[in-house]
Structure formats: C-alpha cells, structure tokens
C-alpha cells in the first residue's frame, strides 16, 4: 500500500485556488519574459524589435516605433543582466507562493499578505499622484484581494489555534 505525502491541516478553498493558479500563470509567464530578457543580452535589441514591428506588419515610419527603436538601442547589456535576474527572482516568489497556496501551506498565505501588502501602499501613491481609472481599478483589486486573503489567513489561523488547543487538553 502507497503511502501518500503530508497533507494540509485546512484544504485551500477556492478563493485561495484562483489566487494560486493566477499566481502560477504570471510566475511561468514572467520566467519565459526573463529568460528572454537574458538571451537579448549579447544581441542588437533594437534589430530584434524592428523585426518584430515588420512581423506584424506596423509601419517602421510611424513616430512611436521610431521612438522605440531608438530607445532600445541606447539598453545597455547590463541593464538587460540586471532586469533578467530581477524578473527571475520575482517569478520564482510568485510560483512559490503559487504552489504554497495550491497546497494550503499556511506560510504561503502569510506569504501573500505580505507581498500583496507591500505593493498596496505605492499603488496609491501612484494612483494619487497621476490619477487613471485603469491604476484605481488595479488598486482596488489589488485591495479586495489583500483584504480577503487576510481574513482568511486570520480565520484558518484561529481554526489551526483551536484544533491545537483542542488536541493539547
């Protein structure tokens, strides 16, 4: 008979699932952006974007693709290095905290308390500072989803508590 591995004190509900899975898409998405990032460094950026523009057919005479390739040619490969290694490192933190919360780890949802909770505060910085529906919206949901992960990770918490309470006595 197989023996299975350890499994979670609470099973995750599904509000948790969506924010893991959503959490699993951007770390892959974001991984594959920073190998790709990292495999630009020793190319002519501004030739890849030119070929790109010629692929889906946009006119290399409009005034933003011009500004744009003029603007990529200037990226040195240090800062391709550097940007690289960042969006790696944040990859791997939301495909940690992805898995975490697929599982029920209770430290995954610390996890994501913590990290939603960082961003909130320059979120509304920037939302006050040059005011867009499209920044207030991603505030806002942002906010819901920080506030509804709290109170779970509170609730499951004081359910962890009393289950440990109720075995100890």
Request: with cysteine; aromatic share 10%.
């Amino acid at each position: 008979m197989a023996t299975e591995g350890p499994k979670p004190e609470i099973e995750a509900p599904i509000g948790l699932r969506l924010i893991a899975a959503a959490k699993l898409v951007k770390g892959v998405i974001l991984s594959f952006l920073s190998l790709g990032i990292l495999d630009m460094i020793h190319k002519d950026v501004a030739a890849v974007a030119l070929h790109f523009v010629l692929a889906f057919r946009i006119s290399p005479e409009n005034r933003f693709v011009v500004l744009l390739l003029d603007k990529l040619g200037l990226v040195e490969p240090s800062t391709l290095v550097h940007l690289g290694i960042l969006s790696a490192l944040y990859a791997s933190v939301l495909l940690v905290e992805g898995f975490g919360l697929w599982l029920g780890a209770g430290w995954a949802e610390y996890m994501v308390v913590i990290s939603s909770g960082l961003f909130v505060p320059e979120e509304c910085l920037a939302t006050w500072r040059h005011f867009t529906w499209l920044k207030l919206s991603i505030l806002v949901v942002n906010a819901v989803i920080l506030v509804y992960v709290a109170s779970l990770v509170w609730s499951r918490y004081r359910l962890r508590k009393s289950k440990r309470a109720a075995h100890g006595s």
